[in-house]
């Protein structure tokens, strides 16, 4: 069972910053692509952003385009995920995902999981 290791959630005003973590075991990020998903209360499971381990290239949702960023340490093996400009309805669960092959924005598909960590915006 393999488990990464999320950090950096807490709450913090509308407008301020957050910078998740995501820490794992190598062959757990030497996968076709990587994510950030979030789920609130009540809600499904969103993507938030992923990154394809080939090229490097991302794709961020929407609702966070121009606000969120996602990054990789791929020495260290570590995921991020900066969050500026929060806003309430970014409170929510945030979980890193590791190791799916093909539809990255499908949370089903990926095996590795993080325990989630929680992000309040007040």
């Known amino acids: 069972h393999v488990q990464l290791v999320e950090s950096g959630g807490g709450s913090v005003q509308a407008g301020g910053s957050l910078r998740l973590s995501c820490a794992g075991p190598?062959?757990?990020?030497?996968?076709?692509?990587m994510a950030w998903f979030r789920q609130a209360s009540g809600k499904e499971r969103e993507v938030v952003a992923m990154?394809?381990?080939?090229?490097?290239?991302?794709y961020l949702a929407d609702s966070v385009e121009g606000r969120f960023a996602i990054s990789k340490d791929n020495a260290a093996n570590v995921l991020y995920l900066q969050m500026n400009s929060l806003k309430p309805e970014d409170t929510s669960i945030y979980y890193c995902?590791?190791?799916?092959?093909?539809?990255?924005?499908?949370?089903?598909?990926?095996?590795?999981w993080g325990q989630g960590t929680q992000v309040t915006v007040s």
């Open positions: 990154m394809y381990s080939a090229d490097g290239s991302q």
């Open positions: 995902a590791a190791g799916a092959s093909r539809l990255c924005w499908s949370a089903p598909l990926y095996p590795y």
């Open positions: 190598r062959y757990s990020y030497d996968t076709y692509c």
